[in-house]
Every structure is written in structure tokens, then in C-alpha cells.
């Protein structure tokens, strides 16, 4: 946990001070630094620091009397328990996209108010959905003020770990071939410049990893190409001269990280700039000459990463395998553990498993924060013990596990719930639910190019049934040892945007939940891959789900009444799949674990 709520009042209290002498009357701190990241570098997460709300997701605004802040169902308990105190109101929202915050703002101010915001860190597209809202009630938009820096003292500065080449057994693509395809996007959409802030796909791109960013092998960068070459802005310091011999051989100059701004402003005039809206800040956008034509378009490198080539996925499926086979492991002991009378927490789980991958071949770190939440604690998606919180595993009821590895060859997303004791028949009727939902959407067959949207219901239809859903999307995309977000395709609820259409070698989530807040929680997460499936002509290509995640799913829980023949029988060709892969990986208790577990149902 963080700072005291009362250290968080007073942080407010001091930030709202300061907008007088700014001649502001309102402000906003949105989750987010200048790469429009999810998962934030120390110096860029004031909104944590200000409010105490840890989430990974929430923006916080206030005015010179109130503030608030804004969060969807993930974080509400979380919220509410971090907020407690320190006088900021919880806006509970429908989805981390909602954008209720800029209504808030609008409704808080008066004509002729100034509204500020670090414009280094407000996403373009954020900063117009703003500005229109403010100038509907005669208000403006201050974009040149970051009200933190006159009240936060011990800010950290930039991180300096080292950049490094992703291992050349692992790649899948040069990067002189991943430079072409972007530079033959490039030309297609009439470009002569391309300038990216977004720290995944810088990674791709150049086929280098860092360790900037907590679970996220990455590292701050911008980068700005042309027809012949490209730039690579790092702080100084960060790329050894070995490296940067290998990127100047492929036409990539490395220049100092806070040299991008002023490389924008000197684009000629005749310039055509792609830049995309949704991953490059409003700061960077003002920074290139208003005679220069900017062309709007997602990176071209979005939706390249999101499509693993047949040598990648040959190594995430490995990859899945170690993860498994640590996975055994881990629950082989801790069931002995439990049968012993050992005293197990949430933290011990953290603990346990994460030594368990570390011992794996590859594994480089986790991937995210663990979840372990034991009943109460599971009903919050995005929970997260701490050594003044956290709960002993005893009794009955059910243990949610969330957690994942970044591997050379893959990154990993997990979730099962375990039965503690004797799960009641509640328990079990929403496990069984939740697992047919997970079981529906991975049988899936569906027309290339389907946007991904479009198979959320697939999950959420054996809850439907019963008047029940969850308030999370079914699948975000994942990267390849990289984030463990990844667009642009999202199964949920989202408004599907073209972007968002299925293409082979796509890598998705699928992890239907169900929670009961205060009592318990459900979720059921594997990784599936896109594959073709068998073409029915005249109806064109299809595609359907490889599942990639390896690791039993626990039968106990199951209300078998309540699952169909087909559904049982794709449970035990999977815990078939299971028990073949991992069996060479494992042995002694970890082996026996595996058998038990795979038993047919």
C-alpha cells in the first residue's frame, strides 16, 4: 500500500492550492506518461502519488474544491479502500475507455475558466475530445503546465537501465525487414516521416529490449523515420557502442531521448508526417511545423507485432511449456504444503510461484503483478496483497490465481481458481459457468477479419443465461516478450473499429470472470493463437483458436450437471494436450501433480 489516505489529502489539498497561482481553475492528471503507456515509469505516476489509487488504470481531476477520481469495475472495491480518507470522490465508470472524467471537468467550470493539463502526457485524441467539451461552456484547455513539479520534491528522474538486443535465437523478423514493412506502410499512406512514441512497438521495430518499465521489457524511447533511415531518441548512456555500430548498419542514428521535440520542429515544410492519435501526445503533435501535412493513422507497427510469424509462435508455444511445466510445480507443492498445516498466504503464493518460473529455461520476469486472491479478495479483478493486507489461505472457499512470466520466446497470461476446503454449491455453479463461457469462445470459428468485439457475447452467453455477466472485456491481445496488453484487437464490449479485425498469428486472451464482492471471485484464463481453419467454400477463410496456455484446469470445482457432452469432452482433450506436453518437463511430485489433475473428467 501506499502513503496514508491523510498524506493524500494533504497532497490534494496542495495541489489545489496551486491552481490559483496558476490561474487555473480545474485540472487533470490522467494515467499516463509521454509514450501513452499502461504501465508507468516512477516519474509519470502522479496520479498515484497525489490520490494513493495504485490501479493501473483511473485518471484523477479536481478543481480548487473537490476532486475525483475516475475508475471502472476492476478497481472499484480497490478504490474505494485506497481512496478512504483522503477526500477524493470515486467516480465508478463503466470501462476504462469511458471518458466521464471530461463531462465531470465540463460541469465543473464556468465560462471563461482555464483548464490545465501536462500536455506531454495528454494523448492527441484525449486532448481533442477535451477541448471540444470545454469550448461547448466557453472554457479553455492549458496544455503547457504540469502542476505536480511545484509540490512533488523527491520526483524520480528518467530511468537508466541499459538497452539490449532481443536474442537473435528468438527473433522472428530483422529489423532491417521490420524497417521496410514499415517504411512500405509508410508509402502507402503517403508519407515521407513516421514518428513513434509508443515504447512497445519501438521494441518491435528495432528488436531491442530494456527494463524501464515494471513486468514490461521495454524502454523510453521516440523514434522518427523517413524514406532512407530513422532515429532512435534514448538518454544517453543506455546503448552501449557495440549496439550502436548494429543500428547504424541498418540505417538507425541514436540521438539523445530529450532531442525529439526539437527533430520535429525542423521537418521541412514539404514533410507529410504519420502520426497516430491514440499512441502520441498533444505535446510531441505541437512540436512539428503547422506547414507540414500530418496524416492520421494507427502505427503501421500495431498491427505488424500483432502477427506472429510461424518462428515465433514455435517459440511461444516452448515458452508455454516451461510456464506450465513451473506451473505444476508450484501447485504440487503448494497442496502438499496445504496437506501439512503449513501456514500459506497470498503473498506466500507470489512467492512460491515466482521462484518456480524463475528456475524455467528463458524466463527473464514476471509479466505482471501476481494476483492472488483468496475468496474476497478474488471478487477484486486487479487485487493485489501487500504485506499490511493480505489474507491466510484456510477454510473454504475458492483461490484466484492470476499471474504470468516474460520469457525469451513469449510472454505468459494465467488465470485458475483452486478449491480450498469444501467450495459451497454456489462456488461451484459459478466456476462451471465461468469455465463454459471460457470453453465456448475457444471452440470458436469464425471469418477471417471478424472484428474482434464481435465474439465477446460467445463468453458471456452461458452467464447471460442466468443474469449474470462481469464488467471486464473477455481478451486483450498479447506481445511477444513484450507487453502484456497488446492491440489493436480486444474481445469486449468496446465499439469495434477496423483495426480490430482477426488475422492470423493474432495472440489473445480469453478469460471470462464472475464476482461476488465481499464473497468470492472467478476467472478462467487461457491464451489462444489464431489459426486458419478448414476453408467451406463459397464462404471464404476461416480462422479458429490454437489454445497455447498449458497448465490443468482444476475439475473440482465443476458442477458437472451443468456442462454439456461436448463441453466435457473438450475439457478432457485439453487436459490431454496438457498432460502429453508437459509430462517430459516435470517429474516426482510436480509429475504426479500433472496426472492427477489431467484425469478425464
Not at 271 to 285: E, F, H, K, N
Not at 462 to 467: A, I, N, R, T, V
Not at 550 to 575: F, G, M, S, V
Amino acid at each position: 500500500m501506499s502513503a496514508t489516505p491523510n498524506v493524500h489529502a494533504q497532497r490534494i489539498a496542495a495541489a489545489q492550492s496551486t491552481l490559483a497561482d496558476l490561474g487555473l481553475a480545474a485540472c487533470l492528471v490522467p494515467s499516463s506518461d509521454p509514450h501513452i503507456s499502461e504501465y508507468l515509469p516512477a516519474r509519470w505516476q502522479g496520479r498515484e502519488w497525489l490520490s494513493g489509487f495504485t490501479g493501473s488504470m483511473g485518471t484523477l481531476a479536481f478543481t480548487r474544491t473537490k476532486a475525483a477520481l475516475f475508475a471502472d469495475s476492476r478497481y472499484w472495491t480497490q478504490a474505494e479502500t485506497e481512496l478512504a480518507g483522503s477526500g477524493i470522490e470515486l467516480v465508478k465508470i463503466d470501462s476504462g475507455a469511458a471518458t466521464h472524467h471530461v463531462q465531470w471537468l465540463a460541469q465543473a467550470v464556468q465560462a471563461g475558466d482555464v483548464v490545465g493539463v501536462d500536455g506531454a502526457v495528454l494523448g492527441l485524441a484525449a486532448a481533442a475530445q477535451l477541448k471540444e467539451a470545454l469550448t461547448k461552456v466557453g472554457a479553455t484547455l492549458r496544455t503547457d503546465v504540469d502542476v505536480l513539479a511545484p509540490i512533488w520534491a523527491d520526483r524520480a528522474g528518467l530511468p537508466d537501465a541499459p538497452v539490449y538486443e532481443h536474442d537473435g535465437a528468438f527473433v522472428g523478423s530483422s529489423r532491417a525487414d521490420k524497417l521496410a514493412l514499415v517504411r512500405a506502410a509508410m508509402a502507402k499512406a503517403g508519407a515521407s516521416h513516421h514518428f513513434i512514441s509508443t515504447v512497445d512497438d519501438i521494441a518491435w521495430l528495432f528488436n531491442l529490449r530494456g527494463s524501464d518499465v515494471q513486468y514490461n521489457p521495454v524502454f523510453l524511447a521516440h523514434a522518427l523515420l523517413d524514406a532512407q533511415g530513422a532515429t532512435l531518441f534514448v538518454a544517453p548512456g543506455k546503448i552501449a557502442s557495440a549496439l550502436t555500430a548494429a543500428l547504424a548498419a541498418d540505417g538507425v542514428r541514436v540521438a539523445d531521448y530529450a532531442q525529439a521535440s526539437a527533430a520535429l520542429a525542423t521537418l521541412p515544410a514539404t514533410a507529410q508526417l504519420l502520426l497516430d492519435p491514440r499512441r502520441v501526445t498533444l505535446g510531441l503533435r505541437e512540436a512539428a511545423p503547422q506547414g507540414v501535412k500530418v496524416i492520421e493513422a494507427i502505427n503501421p507497427s500495431v498491427l505488424f507485432k500483432s502477427r506472429k510469424n510461424a518462428l515465433e509462435a514455435a517459440h511461444i508455444r516452448q515458452a508455454m511449456e516451461q510456464d506450465g511445466a513451473a506451473m505444476c510445480a508450484f501447485y504440487a507443492w503448494f497442496e502438499a504444503a496445504q496437506a501439512r498445516g503449513e501456514r500459506i498466504t497470498e503473498l506466500t503464493i507470489d512467492e512460491q510461484l515466482s521462484a518456480e518460473r524463475a528456475k524455467r529455461p528463458g524466463f527473464m520476469g514476471l509479466s505482471f503483478n501476481t494476483i492472488a486472491g483468496f475468496n474476497a479478495n478474488g471478487a477484486m479483478p486487479h487485487y493485489r496483497a501487500t504485506p499490511g493486507s493480505h489474507a491466510v489461505i484456510e477454510g473454504n472457499g475458492l483461490l484466484l490465481i492470476d499471474s504470468g512470466g516474460q520469457y525469451l520466446g513469449g510472454t505468459t497470461d494465467i488465470t485458475r481458481v483452486w478449491p480450498i476446503g469444501t467450495p459451497s454449491a454456489a462456488q461451484k455453479r459459478d466456476y462451471t459457468l465461468v469455465l463454459r463461457g471460457t470453453i465456448g469462445l475457444s471452440r470458436a470459428r469464425f471469418p477471417l477479419g471478424t472484428l474482434s468485439p464481435a465474439l465477446d457475447a460467445l463468453a458471456r452467453a452461458p452467464l447471460w443465461e442466468h443474469g449474470l455477466d462481469y464488467g471486464h472485456g473477455t481478451g486483450h491481445g498479447v506481445g511477444y516478450f513484450l507487453a502484456v496488453h497488446e492491440g489493436p484487437q480486444s474481445i469486449s464490449k468496446a465499439i469495434p473499429d477496423a483495426n480490430m479485425a482477426m488475422q492470423p498469428g493474432m495472440i489473445t486472451s480469453i478469460e471470462p470472470g464472475l464476482y461476488r464482492p465481499g464473497q468470492w471471485g472467478v476467472r478462467i484464463e487461457n491464451l489462444v493463437l489464431n489459426v486458419a481453419a478448414a476453408t467451406n467454400e463459397p464462404f471464404g477463410a476461416f480462422l479458429e483458436f490454437e489454445t497455447l496456455t498449458l497448465c490443468p484446469i482444476d475439475t473440482r470445482c465443476i458442477q458437472k450437471d451443468l456442462l454439456r457432452a461436448d463441453e466435457i469432452a473438450w475439457l478432457n482433450a485439453y487436459h490431454s494436450t496438457v498432460r502429453t506436453r508437459l509430462s517430459p518437463l516435470v517429474d516426482g511430485a510436480a509429475r504426479d501433480w500433472l496426472l492427477a489433475r489431467t484425469e478425464p473428467l
